[in-house]
């Protein structure tokens, strides 16, 4: 169960990064009743796959996880591409007769009738909607599924350790210190609770454990 959840969350969150910018470009195309020429689509195609791919590279390197393969770039790529290409490709006029220019640039235009283009807006708009609808729960969905550990939690488990916890260094003097002694180094130490420290051998350090 938590595999699939986690592949429907990983598909989604990839689909929204790589479907939203060239979802944007389609509303702005049916808003303005102008389309894109074919070079212009894979401008916009191409430029936002190495973008959104960066992004994820950088993630990636952040995080510390292995690279992805790029199977995602090239589906989503030609799904964006197959999108602007059928609902925002610009009609180039044909050529005509003089007598038939006038007629050819109305129709021009008008490439978009009336009904079709409000119906590629509803589509639009609402698949745009249920991105963004997706993208926010999964923000929630990660902000609940993270432990949140509130201050006064927080400064207990800290005192609990400062109380409890010391630290044994290799360097022969037989002593314990508290995290924040300066003699504590850190660099190749033991963590023991006090009474196991003192069992041991050890003694307090005179600066840190008075």
């Known amino acids: 169960m938590e595999l699939i959840l986690y592949f429907i969350i990983s598909t989604t969150i990839t689909a929204t990064a790589y479907l939203i910018v060239p979802l944007i470009c389609l509303l702005i195309a049916h808003k303005t009743n102008r389309g894109y020429s074919p070079a212009t689509i894979n401008k916009i195609v191409i430029f936002n796959s190495i973008v959104v791919w960066l992004l994820f590279r950088v993630e990636d390197i952040i995080s510390g996880e292995d690279f992805q393969s790029g199977a995602s770039v090239i589906l989503w790529s030609w799904v964006a591409y197959k999108i602007l290409k059928k609902y925002a490709l610009r009609e180039e006029p044909e050529e005509a007769n003089p007598e038939e220019l006038e007629s050819e640039k109305t129709e021009t235009t008008n490439s978009f009738s009336s009904e079709a283009k409000k119906e590629k807006q509803r589509t639009s708009t609402v698949v745009v909607s249920i991105l963004l609808a997706l993208s926010i729960v999964l923000n929630v969905y990660q902000y609940c599924a993270t432990p949140q550990l509130d201050n006064n939690s927080l ?9 409890h916890v010391v630290f044994v260094e290799d360097d022969g003097t037989n002593l314990y210190h508290k995290y924040d ?30």
């Not at 400064?155 to 109380?163: R, T």
């Not at 850190?186 to 005179?206: H, K, L, M, S, T």
């Open 155 to 163: 400064n207990q488990k800290l005192e609990f350790f400062d109380e």
């Open 181 to 210: 002694c300066y003699r504590f180094v850190g660099d190749c130490y033991w963590a023991y609770n006090i009474e196991n420290a003192i069992y041991i051998g050890y003694e307090p350090c005179p600066r840190c454990c008075n």
